[in-house]
């Protein structure tokens, strides 16, 4: 069932995308006929004539004329040698008249109108006999003129209008309506309908594609709106002549600009269409392509040879016909092939459109060109222009609006995903953070019981095995606990100072030990000068530096048998780094390979290296010692670097 119904889907699509263009042309051809040659009372519409070619600047006589038929639209007369041609019609006034009389019929390219051998009307200046007037027209132009009753008594009259001599175009006359004023008028009402709609849609074609051409201008990489807006601005240029009452050019330029504009038109129409139903078929674009530009080269031709559109003896005429032909029916056949191809009714109306055009243009080109003489036509061409243009608006305004609610869609969706990354990124960031903070606490716990176990342990170990031993009495127990104590406040303080402040630090070092170390014999000078904060003694730092200080006091005492200490901070001479020097007057370093050095300088190295500091152990000049005498001593050189911009 559902294949049955997708078949019957198919079917009605095939059947209006191919029957409705070709429906429309028939009703746009009987409206036509309908409304445009129903006379009123008293009007009368001149369709035959005695035709004679003669370049006579006055109404000649009609030996030799021969008898021709006037369309209803336009003549085209190709029967008889090119030139200036006289054509007499005959009409009966029905008496005396209380009104005037109105003239009007359609020509090409300039006429002289005689009433009864009396010049009554002219479309130019008069020309000198014989002169010929090749410029380019596109259709016909219309002509009218009043009758004074005076001039029509009673009786037969004769019209006699000299047709100029035909340019590349051929020349025209359409049937010639007179009578009444009011009862002319409303038999031409049709025909200014047709004008309007030709310049309507000329500037309306011209304003879409200038349109168009300023949007590709700002999205060069929408190529759609380029292809639709030049072929929309050189449907105007094609309908141009509708609204221009002199050509803007000298011909050949003229003609060859307007011929130029009609292939391209049907070749972009074709180009457009494969455009929008994303069809990238190379070969054909190419073939298009080249079919053009082929096109151009022999239409210019053809403009500088002044060859005829109507002159089908010559080939000229069945390439550009031919030419044309080809290129609307490839673009009719792809869009009705692929709307029935996907079942898309979106693809309807265009491909109704582009059907009409091509079937206008057919019945046009054959009835006004081919065979001229069948049924009288009115170029009604205009109307398949019109319905491409009006196609191609709304389908690039779909195409708009669909790609501004594709952006938004799109700008929705990143948004979305944005939410989502961030959400997840916090997630894991929240996360990251948890199992740093875990880290660093369990880090942090055993570096404090690491110090707990080297500093205070081992202090509280040390007291426990000697008050066992019995080497401690009550005021030694009680100065050894304080020690422990001490050492503790120590730790508390080191832990304490995480500004990376060096002199706090150092301060509080002298408050804990400074008792101690005196007690021992061992006198301490501060130098110490306020200096930048240091980032390394942030956190743990400051406890690593603490240790370190510890052991250069310790070392002082217990192997440099030092009487003498002296703490100095100070900036390097580049100023990027802070200096602390603890500098004793011992009895020096141990000679090298001594084996004396033991691990505390190895522990120290440790610390300074977490610190991401530097440690050195210099022997001071001489002078320089703590005690100014001439022993060596040894200096602790601990190099602590600043931030990029602290020492600047």
């Given at each position: 069932m559902p294949?049955?119904?997708?078949?019957?889907?198919?079917?009605?699509?095939?059947?209006?995308?191919?029957?409705?263009p070709l429906l429309l042309t028939t009703l746009i051809h009987l409206l036509n006929q309908h409304f445009s040659g129903r006379p009123g009372p008293g009007v009368q519409v001149l369709e035959?004539?005695?035709?004679?070619?003669?370049?006579?600047?006055?109404?000649?006589?009609?030996?030799?004329?021969?008898?021709v038929h006037l369309h209803a639209e336009q003549l085209r007369d190709r029967s008889f040698k090119p030139g200036p041609a006289w054509y007499m019609l005959d009409f009966r006034a029905?008496?005396?008249?209380d009104s005037q009389y109105l003239l009007s019929f359609s020509y090409r390219p300039t006429v002289h109108v005689y009433l009864d051998g009396r010049l009554l009307v002219q479309s130019v200046p008069t020309q000198v006999p014989g002169e010929a007037a090749h410029r380019f027209q596109f259709g016909s132009r219309p002509l009218r003129a009043s009758i004074p009753p005076a001039l029509l008594g009673d009786g037969l009259h004769q019209l006699q209008i000299r047709v100029g001599q035909p340019g590349p175009e051929g020349a025209y006359l359409s049937a010639v309506t007179l009578g009444p004023t009011a009862g002319v008028q409303d038999l031409w009402q049709a025909r200014e309908l047709w004008r309007t709609v030709r310049s309507s849609t000329a500037l309306g074609a011209t304003a879409l594609g200038l349109f168009l051409l300023l949007v590709w201008l700002a999205l060069r990489q929408e190529w759609l709106y380029g292809l639709a807006g030049l072929m929309c601005l050189l449907m105007g240029v094609l309908l141009s002549p509708h609204l221009l009452s002199d050509p803007p050019f000298p011909d050949p330029w003229w003609r060859l600009l307007l011929d130029v504009a009609d292939i391209l038109v049907k070749g972009l129409l074709l180009l457009l269409v494969l455009r929008l139903l994303r069809r990238s078929q190379q070969r054909l674009v190419m073939a298009i392509v080249t079919l053009m530009a082929v096109g151009i080269v022999?239409?210019?031709v053809a403009a500088f040879e002044a060859w005829s559109w109507t002159d089908f003896r010559h080939p000229w005429p069945w390439w550009a016909l031919g030419s044309r032909f080809l290129l609307l029916v490839i673009a009719a056949g792809v869009l009705a092939a692929e709307a029935i191809r996907r079942v898309d009714w979106g693809l309807l109306w265009p491909g109704v459109a582009v059907g009409?055009?091509?079937?206008?243009?057919?019945?046009?080109?054959?009835?006004?060109?081919?065979?001229?003489?069948?049924?009288p036509v009115v170029d009604v061409n205009v109307l398949g222009y019109a319905a491409i243009a009006?196609?191609?608006?709304?389908?690039?305004?779909?195409?708009?609006?669909?790609s501004l609610e594709a952006q938004r869609n799109a700008q929705h969706e990143l948004a979305r995903r944005l939410a989502e990354r961030t959400e997840q990124l916090e997630s894991n960031f929240a996360a990251l953070s948890e199992?740093?903070?875990?880290?660093?606490?369990a880090e942090e716990r055993q570096r404090l019981m690491q110090e707990m176990h080297d500093g205070l342990g081992s202090q509280l170990l040390l007291t426990k095995m000697r008050a066992e031993r019995g080497e401690l009495d009550r005021p030694g127990l009680v100065e050894a606990l304080d020690g422990c104590i001490e050492e503790m406040r120590l730790t508390v303080d080191a832990l304490s100072a995480g500004d990376g402040d060096l002199s706090q630090l150092l301060a509080d070092l002298r408050y804990r030990l400074g008792s101690r170390v005196a007690a021992a014999g061992l006198a301490i000078e501060w130098s110490v000068t306020d200096t930048p904060p240091l980032p390394a003694l942030r956190g743990p730092g400051g406890r690593e530096l603490t240790r370190i200080a510890q052991e250069a006091i310790n070392n002082a005492l217990r192997h440099a048998q030092a009487s003498r200490l002296v703490f100095r901070t100070a900036l390097s001479p580049a100023r990027d780094a802070v200096v602390l020097s603890i500098t004793d007057d011992g009895r020096g370093m141990p000679s090298p390979g001594s084996g004396s050095t033991g691990k505390g300088m190895a522990n120290m190295r440790a610390r300074a290296e977490r610190l991401g500091a530097g440690i050195e152990w210099l022997s001071p000049p001489d002078g320089e010692s703590a005690a100014g005498a001439a022993?060596?001593?040894?200096?602790?050189?601990?190099?602590?670097?600043?931030?990029?911009?602290a020492g600047a």
């Open positions: 294949e049955a119904a997708a078949g019957r889907r198919r079917l009605a699509l095939a059947a209006a995308v191919l029957l409705l035959s004539a005695d035709y004679l070619l003669s370049g006579a600047s006055l109404p000649p006589a009609r030996a030799g004329a021969r008898r029905p008496g005396q008249l022999i239409d210019g009409l055009a091509l079937w206008l243009w057919v019945y046009v080109s054959a009835f006004a060109l081919v065979w001229s003489d069948v049924i009006v196609v191609t608006a709304v389908l690039v305004q779909r195409r708009f609006v669909a199992s740093e903070h875990l880290r660093s606490t022993t060596r001593g040894t200096e602790v050189r601990v190099t602590l670097p600043l931030p990029p911009t």
